[in-house]
């Protein structure tokens, strides 16, 4: 009888313990397996800047189609319908894009760029290339090592002058020639960057 009663306390212990080594495994799995999925999740990222929208719904495109996270690139002063009237020579936009030397300030809070391998730039095409707010966000992280692509919306220019001036000027950053997106479906974008 007392030896039954061993017996029976012995192998509940001997129950007991496999069932939390189970127990213990299986959430070890569901650990992994959850850090894992945000590993993918969180290597490309898709930053973008839109003064009126545009870039803004193409952008949000690009994230769906790479699953990567969507980021607004924001200047710390929004641009005003004046600052953007590119027929006035004196208006924000036009003073910026003829000083090569212009960095309008942005809100700085993109956290821990370090994660990203693959970052997708959006903006709209001003003068024929990208806006000075561009050559800030590209300079107040460390993308040096990283894939960056260019894409954009336009009146119809292309981006190639965004593409051959970025790519000379951050020689160490790994570019990927981008292209204008206007009219971009989302089925357009996959097939985009399929070819990536
Ligand atoms: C200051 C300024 C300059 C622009 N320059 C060009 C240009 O050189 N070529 C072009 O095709 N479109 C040009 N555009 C039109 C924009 O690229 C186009 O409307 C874009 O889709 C706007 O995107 P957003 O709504 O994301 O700001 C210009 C627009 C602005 C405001």
Not at 92 to 104: A, I, L
């Amino acid at each position: 009888m007392i030896i039954t009663k061993a017996m029976r306390t012995l192998s509940f212990m001997i129950a007991a313990m496999v069932t939390m080594t189970l127990v213990a495994a299986c959430g070890q799995t569901g650990k992994k397996s959850k850090e894992n999925t945000e590993t993918i999740e969180s290597k490309t990222l898709v930053a973008y800047f839109s003064a009126t929208g545009t870039t803004e719904a193409v952008a949000k495109d690009v994230a769906q189609a790479t699953g990567g996270t969507l980021y607004e690139i924001k200047p710390e002063v929004k641009y005003t319908a004046e600052d953007l009237d590119w027929t006035v020579k004196t208006s924000r936009s036009s003073v910026e894009m003829q000083d090569k030397s212009s960095r309008p300030a942005i809100v700085k809070d993109l956290e821990d760029v370090s994660k990203y391998e693959t970052i997708y730039v959006g903006f709209p095409v001003w003068w024929y290339t990208a806006p000075t707010i561009i050559n800030t966000f590209l300079e107040a992280y460390d993308f040096s090592g990283k894939t960056v692509i260019f894409f954009a919306t336009s009146g119809g220019s292309t981006i190639d002058k965004a593409n051959e001036e970025f790519k000379a000027a951050y020689p160490k950053i790994n570019w990927k020639a981008g292209q204008t997106l206007n009219g971009a479906t989302l089925e357009d974008i996959k097939a985009w960057v399929a070819t990536l």
